[in-house]
Structures are given as structure tokens and as C-alpha cells.
């Protein structure tokens, strides 16, 4: 009875801190977030994640598409479907073309283009003409095409039209052309100018020819024109959308911070709470222990240990907690040390309780709510420990990180190139899920502390 | 005589603690050391093959092959290869506490040394430079908000120090590296975004100096930046409590000034558990030092943990994991003899 008035009155007592009650509400709203990410992105988006082709279709190093709210024009990707195919075809030779045209009302050109045949049987050939707002053509060739390919800027094939193109308005040799260049060839206003002239705006036509040995069959071809920005977050440079990996990083996170929080906090608390609680040489040795806890550079060594045994979200999470159970247990001793002087323990000696039985009725009790306030706070330093070990390469494998996704940034120069979104977003996840916690257990905190020492 | 007595358990404590965490290290890498000494020995053995041939020794390539085959085999055994495992043991971390780190796969020293000894030496200095001049930074500052924030219980800054604390507990150190330069480095300009020094580095002393605290200033600010809350935080906590002891009030009904009463009275007391605090805090910002120095290029253990994790070399790893093992210990224990120095129960034998 009575304790459950003082669990009521700590209860009380937490709703009076609204940063409590914030972090509550944050918490409520993560794990909602990290069920629905559960749910609705399956296992296999981690191994699409690894697989630079699956990302093809998207724009690469672009920001969100809400830049576009604050005076940035960044259009976005437009599909353009080839589905009306003419031709003809006898038994020596065939050939099928198909038109699309856009309306292109932005000062600048999309980042890339994008040219997806698709067809079944052997094609010789694919070639794009390009009508210009002007009336200029461009047109670009592929040879030996392969069916459901994605061909853009890069492709050697598709940069010589290109340049030629350049070549034929300015009238001089080019040795090599950039993507820039070879945007400005296929949107800028012609003329010897025509690499840094301004964007045509108005309608393009853009058609495209297939030309094989035999009857082919067409479908679902399409030219993409890749847009400077994507989804909520953008994207990184191998066009995986921030916003996703930002999402499916979530519930490793949750899972990384609590699994080493439970484990390293309670067994930190019995770890130092039987130091304290015993006393003499078992004190001794059991605090030498979380010496030799605390002095171990954690980090190396899970990176060391990591090139033996691979690591799981399991044994990550052990390894963690291993390493932070010392710091707690030292808390926990000092808190058992104050306990042990109290009268009740003594009276306990006296009637000749025994030491388990003393130890479970009068000093865990009175640890539990010290644990709840650091299992909370330790959530936190789990969750940035996974991150900060994801971010330095070290991470199971399979699955999408916060601190993978900044590792990349970093390889990939992003601050250098001014890609922020690819840093941003990634680091306020981490923030935003362990805040909540931090929230809570200082929250906690405060409602326990005085409790303890008052006791 | 009390603190010789204490120099010498702490001493016997520390050292025993340093052997039996690299005993874990030991049994953590064990397969992987393996694997390392073995390419040591080979790349050892095929040094010694090398230097024989170029040398003209006169010795047919039979006896080359002998010579260098026998050479491997006393490189083998030096560590205890094809022995039971506590002779094994023995003489590998015999070898490990006489800095035989093997040589590394691919990684060098800026002087060509192939020998994690000599990798591991040469980025050293600079992760002690970074690392210490932080913490002193940390441990200064911290201790001065927290006592001011102590002072003036519910004014604005004892209001602000646990909301730095959650800073301090929520966000990774090495993303406020990244918006930091961002910031300073891309968007303002006006400091360098990573490295230790310009390139080429400036004549003189004097300009040498200054490049290198520019160089120094934005790691330096998001360690600082990650760990001066919590700190602050802890020497807030213990003062409020100490505050609350009997004695404080006895001083102040003696008609003390509350500065005196607060240096004299308080502080005096609260400083073994602020010693004993300072010591957890360098030992739990240790990890976020690293990683700091991943983000700002500086060339110290953390850049070379992370290199040689991006290029899989081994011995590089399990060398610097050691070598931190060994620096953050002999800090540690630095920090604790300060600890009994400062603390006057200690001295007198008590």
C-alpha cells in the first residue's frame, strides 16, 4: 500500500516537468513513426539500399523539392512514356519511332536525362532526336542498346552526339564536356554562345527510334528528365532519397539504444549495488572491475572486436552495454553506500536477516527508480554510441543506419559540394530519437534524486 | 605516508587493470591477431629474402629459401605459433606490451614504415594535442558554469545549464563537427574546414602557431560544445548537494560570505567526487574525440582508426586500439594521483 502511494506521487511529481511530459509525447509519436516503418518498409529495401542500380531512375545530389518554396527554382523529375510506336517491319529489317513532347517553363535544365528503351528482340539501334523550342534537332544515338537499361549523360555514345552538336554551333573543337555542358547542348539557347547561354523555355519533342532486324515489340519505354530536386530530404549522390533511409533508420536506432541501455543499466546496478551492498574485498574486486570498464577506450575496442566477430544488433548491443554498465555501476554503488547506513539495514543485521533476502527488500527497491532515470538517459548514449560506430563503417550488415548515411556524406565530400540536406536530416533523426529520452530520464532525475538521499 | 601508501595501490590497481583489459582485447581479436602475426612473419620473412639476394651472399637459392624459412619459423615462434594457448598468451602479450605491432597491410608512416609502430607514432601527438587541450578546456569551463549556475540557484543560468546538458547527452559529436564546418569553414569562410596545418604550411614560428589554432579551433569547439553541458551539469548537481549539508549552514549562520562559504566550505568538500567525476567524463568523452577527428581530417588515432577501417587493414586497427588502451589509462591514472593529491583525507591517512 504504501508503496504504491510513493509510486503514485513520483508519478505526480514527473507530470509537473513538462520537458518530462514533452519528451513523453516525442517518445509516444518515435515509437508510433518506428512501427509504421516496420510495417511498411520491408527487410528488402536494406538490401535495395546497398544496390547502386536500383536508385537509377532518381536524380542524384539534389535537395528537397520544398526549395522550390523558397525561391529556388529546382524542377522536379518528369517522366516522359513513349507509347504511341509507328513503324513498319519486314523480315530483313524493322523500324518503330514514337514522339512526346514537354513544356519547359524553368530557367535552368533538369540534372540529368534519363533514355529507357524497352523492347523484346534485337535492336540495332535507339536514337533520340530532340526538337529544341527553336526548331534546332539534336540527335543522339545508341548503338547495340540492352533492353530495360537506363542510358544517360554518361554514356559515352550519348556525350559524342552531344558534343558534336556543340561543335556544329560553336564552330571550334571540344575536347570534353562535363554533364553541364551536355545540358546546355540539349536546353540552352543556340549559338557560338551556346554553353553559357540561358535556358530555352517553351516545347520540346523528343522523338525516339528503334531500329532492328526484326519485328520488335515496344513497351513502357520512356526518356526521363531527372529533376534538380526530390522527395522531402533529396537525395544522396547515388540518388537514394534521404527521406527513406532517414525513415528505415529509425527503428534500428530505438532498438540499438534500448536493447544496451536495459542490459548495460541493470547490469550496472547490480553490478555496483552488490559492491557496495557487500563491502570488504568483494567491493574491492568488483569496483577494480569497473575500473578496468571505465579505462577501456569502448569505442576501438568494439571496432577491434567488430573484425572477429561479426557484429549483429545483438552483440552490438551487449558490447555496448558491457562498456556503459561500469559508469552506472559506480553510480549505483555510491547510492547503495548511503543505503547501508540506514537503521532499517542495520535492524535487518540484528534480527539475523539473510544477506539476499536484505539485499532484495531494502536495497533494490530503492535503486529502481536511480535505474528507470539512468535506463532512460543511457537510451540516448546508446543510440548515438550505434550511430557513431555506423558512421565510422562499423555496422551489421543489412540494415539502413543514420551514421551509415553520414558516413557516406562524409566520403562523399558532402559539406565540400554543399550538399546539406545529406547531413542534415540524418543528424536530426539522431537528435530527435534520443532527445525524447534524455527528456525523460533528466526529467526522472530530478523527481528521484531527492528521494534517495532523503531516505 | 598516506599518499605513498595510495600511490601504491593505485599504481598495483592500474597496472592490473591495464593488463586485464588487454587480456579482453587479447581474447576479443584473438582469430584476427592470428592472422596478423602470420602476415607480419611474411612480410618479415620476405624482407629477410630480399636482403639476402641484394646482398650477393654467395648462397645458392636453396640455401635462400632454408635461411628465410627458418627465419619465419623463429619469427613464429617468438610468438608462440603452434604452442599450447598460455604459453601462446604469454609471450603475444609480451609482444604487445613491447609494442610488436606487426606491419600493416597497406597503410604507411609519412616516413615510408610499414610498421604499425611507426604509424601509430606518428599520428599519436596529435590525438594528445587535441584530446587534452579539450579536456583541460572542458574540465575549466564546466566546473566555472556549474558552480556559477550552483550560485545562483533558479537564476537564468542555472536554468540553462541542463538544457546544454541535453545537448550534451543528445546529439553526436561528430555532426556538430559537420555543421561547424558548414558554417565556418564553406559558408562564412574564415577558417579552414579540416587538416592540422595550410598547405604549404606558413614560415616562421610565430605564423606556424597561429595556423595551427586556426586549424585546431572548430574540432576543438564541437568537443567542446558536446561535452562542457553534461560536466557543468555533474559539478551542478554535486554543489547543490553539498549546499545542503549541515556544515554550509553552520558557515552561514557564522556570518560568512557566501563566496567564502562556497570556495572555502563546499568546494573543498565537493572536489574528490569533482575529481572522481572528471576522470568518468575524459573517459566517456574519449570515443567522441575520435570521431571528432574523423570529421575534421585531423590526423590523429581517430582519422587513422577510420582509414584503415575504410581499407580493411587489420594490424592498424588492433595497433591503435592498443595504443589508445595504454594513452587513456596512463591518463586516467594521472588524473587519479592529481585526485590524491588534492584531497586532503588521503594525505593524512585517513
Redesign the interface.
Known amino acids: 500500500m504504501e508503496t504504491q502511494s510513493t509510486d503514485r506521487s513520483y508519478l505526480r511529481e514527473f507530470l509537473k516537468s513538462k520537458?518530462g511530459v514533452v519528451g513523453v509525447v516525442m517518445l509516444v509519436l518515435l515509437i508510433a513513426t518506428s512501427l509504421y516503418v516496420i510495417i511498411a518498409i520491408p527487410q528488402s529495401e536494406a538490401y535495395k539500399w546497398q544496390n547502386p542500380a536500383a536508385w537509377q531512375g532518381n536524380p542524384t545530389s539534389v535537395p528537397p523539392a520544398w526549395v522550390n518554396y523558397f525561391g529556388v527554382d529546382a524542377p522536379q523529375t518528369v517522366d516522359l512514356s513513349l507509347n504511341s510506336w509507328a513503324g513498319s517491319s519486314s523480315s530483313s529489317s524493322a523500324a518503330y519511332s514514337a514522339s512526346v513532347s514537354f513544356t519547359w517553363k524553368h530557367g535552368v535544365p533538369p540534372s540529368n536525362l534519363l533514355v529507357v528503351p524497352n523492347f523484346s528482340g534485337n535492336a540495332y539501334e535507339v536514337d533520340v532526336i530532340w526538337t529544341k523550342p527553336d526548331g534546332n534537332m539534336v540527335q543522339i544515338g545508341l548503338s547495340s542498346p540492352v533492353s530495360g537499361i537506363g542510358y544517360d549523360l554518361t554514356t559515352a555514345s550519348i556525350r559524342q552526339g552531344l558534343v558534336q552538336y556543340i561543335q556544329s554551333q560553336t564552330h571550334t573543337l571540344i575536347e570534353s564536356v562535363g554533364p553541364a555542358g551536355e545540358l546546355a547542348a540539349l536546353f540552352n539557347d543556340d549559338g557560338p554562345n551556346i554553353l553559357n547561354s540561358s535556358v530555352q523555355q517553351g516545347t520540346y519533342i523528343v522523338t525516339v527510334q528503334v531500329v532492328g532486324n526484326q519485328a520488335l515489340s515496344l513497351s513502357n519505354s520512356k526518356v526521363t528528365l531527372l529533376g534538380d530536386s526530390y522527395g522531402t530530404m533529396g537525395t544522396d549522390s547515388e540518388g537514394r532519397p534521404i527521406d527513406l533511409g532517414v525513415l528505415a533508420g529509425l527503428p534500428w536506432g530505438l532498438e540499438i539504444g534500448v536493447l544496451s541501455a536495459v542490459v548495460g543499466v541493470v547490469g550496472g546496478v547490480f553490478w555496483g549495488g552488490l559492491a557496495g551492498f557487500f563491502g570488504g574485498w568483494r567491493d574491492k574486486l568488483l569496483s577494480?572491475g569497473m575500473?578496468?570498464g571505465?579505462?577501456?577506450?569502448?569505442?576501438?575496442?568494439i571496432?577491434?572486436?567488430s573484425?572477429?566477430?561479426p557484429l549483429t544488433l545483438l552483440t552490438e548491443a551487449l558490447l555496448i552495454a558491457v562498456f556503459s554498465a561500469p559508469?552506472f555501476g559506480?553510480i549505483a554503488r555510491s547510492v547503495t553506500l548511503s543505503i547501508r547506513s540506514q537503521t532499517y539495514v542495520e535492524a535487518d543485521k540484528a534480527m539475523g536477516v539473510s544477506a539476499a533476502r536484505t539485499f532484495f527488500t531494502h536495497f533494490l527497491p530503492r535503486l529502481t527508480p536511480v535505474t528507470i532515470a539512468f535506463t532512460a538517459?543511457s537510451v540516448?548514449?546508446g543510440i548515438?554510441?550505434g550511430?557513431?560506430l555506423a558512421?565510422?563503417?562499423?555496422e551489421p550488415a543489412n540494415v539502413i543506419t543514420w551514421g551509415g548515411i553520414?558516413n557516406d556524406?562524409?566520403?562523399f565530400d558532402a559539406?565540400?559540394h554543399?550538399w546539406?540536406w545529406w547531413?542534415l536530416f540524418p543528424?536530426i533523426m539522431?537528435?530527435v530519437s534520443?532527445?525524447p529520452f534524455?527528456?525523460v530520464?533528466?526529467a526522472l532525475d530530478r523527481v528521484v534524486?531527492p528521494r534517495v538521499?532523503a531516505k | 605516508m598516506g599518499y605513498a601508501r595510495f600511490l601504491v595501490t593505485k599504481t598495483a590497481s592500474y597496472v592490473l587493470a591495464l593488463f586485464a583489459s588487454v587480456s579482453l582485447l587479447y581474447v576479443g581479436i584473438y582469430p584476427s591477431l592470428q592472422k596478423v602475426i602470420q602476415g607480419s612473419a611474411n612480410e618479415a620473412a620476405s624482407d629477410f629474402q630480399r636482403t639476402l639476394i641484394k646482398d650477393h651472399s654467395g648462397m645458392s637459392l636453396a640455401q635462400v629459401t632454408q635461411a628465410v624459412a627458418t627465419y619465419k619459423a623463429t619469427y613464429l615462434n617468438g610468438f608462440g605459433f603452434n604452442q599450447p594457448f598460455p604459453i601462446k598468451f604469454s609471450l603475444q602479450i609480451v609482444n604487445l606490451f613491447e609494442f610488436h605491432l606487426g606491419s600493416a597491410y597497406f597503410l604507411q608512416a609519412p616516413n615510408g614504415s610499414k610498421q604499425v609502430l611507426d604509424i601509430v607514432v606518428a599520428y599519436l601527438p596529435n590525438t594528445i594535442l587535441l584530446f587534452t587541450t579539450g579536456t583541460l578546456l572542458v574540465v575549466a569551463v564546466g566546473a566555472l558554469l556549474g558552480l556559477l549556475a550552483a550560485r545562483s540557484a533558479g537564476g537564468m543560468l542555472d536554468r540553462s545549464v541542463p538544457i546544454i546538458a541535453v545537448v550534451h547527452s543528445s546529439i553526436p559529436a561528430f555532426w556538430i563537427g559537420f555543421i561547424l564546418i558548414a558554417y565556418f569553414a564553406y559558408s562564412l569562410n574564415i577558417l579552414p574546414s579540416g587538416g592540422i596545418s595550410s598547405v604549404p604550411p606558413p614560415a616562421g614560428l610565430l605564423p606556424n602557431f597561429a595556423d595551427l589554432m586556426a586549424h585546431m579551433t572548430l574540432p576543438l569547439a564541437s568537443f567542446f560544445i558536446v561535452n562542457v553541458g553534461g560536466f557543468a551539469y555533474i559539478v551542478r548537481s554535486l554543489v547543490v548537494s553539498t549546499m545542503g549539508e549541515d556544515f554550509v549552514t553552520t558557515a552561514r549562520a557564522r556570518g560568512m560570505t557566501e563566496r567564502r562559504v562556497l570556495f572555502k566550505h563546499v568546494l573543498r568538500t565537493a572536489s574528490p567526487s569533482l575529481a572522481t567525476q572528471s576522470i568518468l567524463a575524459v573517459a566517456g568523452s574519449f570515443g567522441g574525440a575520435l570521431t571528432t577527428e574523423v570529421v575534421f581530417r585531423w590526423p590523429g588515432l581517430g582519422r587513422l582508426t577510420f582509414i584503415a577501417i575504410t581499407q580493411n587493414d587489420l594490424p592498424v586497427i588492433i595497433g591503435s586500439t592498443f595504443v589508445l588502451t595504454i594513452i587513456l589509462f596512463l591518463g586516467l591514472y594521472i588524473g587519479e594521483l592529481t585526485y590524491g593529491f588534492l584531497d586532503p583525507r588521503i594525505k593524512t591517512g585517513d
Do not use: H
Request: no cysteine.
Open positions: 520537458s577494480w575500473l578496468v571505465i579505462a577501456i577506450p569502448s569505442l576501438a575496442f571496432i577491434a572486436i573484425y572477429t566477430f559508469f559506480i538517459l540516448s548514449a548515438i554510441f550511430e557513431t558512421f565510422l563503417g562499423i553520414l556524406a562524409i566520403s559539406s565540400v554543399g546539406w547531413v543528424g539522431i537528435i534520443s532527445l534524455v527528456l530520464g533528466f534524486a538521499s
